[in-house]
């Protein structure tokens, strides 16, 4: 006679578990890794998305906004977010902050500080910090950017990729808050360089529209420094809090740098000015 199949015998039974249980130790870390790195892309990304919406919003209401008004308009664009409307306030040195939770899905603070006359705001994340770029990401997306369907003519010569634009010329610099008042014929109703830029870095997910850069070649990269919110012209000859980021030796260093106004066609704009970048 046929013995029956009885499947799995109390031994095999423990030997699967057992193995089950060894490579779940094993791929857990990894597992948990990968999820962390996913909630902290996630984190980043919010902040800068807040940071947008709220400068977008001031600019709605067509005047500053009082201290009030602005904390409103916060709360309520972290609660579209998936945070909590409830918020603390606290002072360090001479600063003083608002904090939020409930956006950060590893259970970070958001730590909140109103600047420029509380038209722009910083944040930083107790999980996750400030919000940085990947260095290789962006080496790859500056050299590789394609600018030939914008059809940019400007002073005789076609821009079809950064190299073009900025040549063997080191002194060349590309600045995010080059005036943009007067419709550039080089750049149609981008207006500048510098515009065409950001919307190319924010369709590969790099949104730098709520900060100010200035941009330089430099050798065969580029170096990038970042300020970590817009300025103004009421910056001018102040110190602002500065990433610079320099693709050549794929390197990331915090500093600060001064704020200069420079002259365009149309019109002063303040920059970053680069050369009195000090690392912290």
Known sequence: MKKKNRGFSLIELIIAIAILLILTRLLAPQFMKYMEKARK????HAMDVIAEE???????LGKAPDE???????S?????????????ESQEDTSIFFRFSGVC???GNYKCRFVNDLNAITIECSKHGGWTMDIVTLSHLL????????????????YKTLADYFGNDT????????STKITDEGYGKYGSLAKIVEIELKKQGVNVSAKSWVMRKNGNGYELYLTDRKITDNDKGNEVTCTKYDTSRKEIITGTA???????????FPAVDYGTFKQN
């Open 41 to 44: 892309a996630s984190c980043l």
């Open 143 to 158: 050299n590789e950017m394609n600018l030939e369907s914008y059809n940019i003519v400007s002073g005789g010569k076609t």
């Open 54 to 60: 709220y400068m977008a919003k001031v600019a709605d």
């Open 171 to 178: 002194s060349k610099t590309l600045d995010s808050e080059a």
């Open 258 to 268: 001064k704020v200069k106004i420079k002259d365009g066609k149309n019109g002063k």
């Open 68 to 74: 009030e008004t602005a904390v409103n308009l916060l």
């Open 76 to 88: 309520e664009i972290i609660v579209e977010h998936g945070g909590d409307k409830n918020w603390s």
């Open 105 to 107: 899905k590893s259970h």
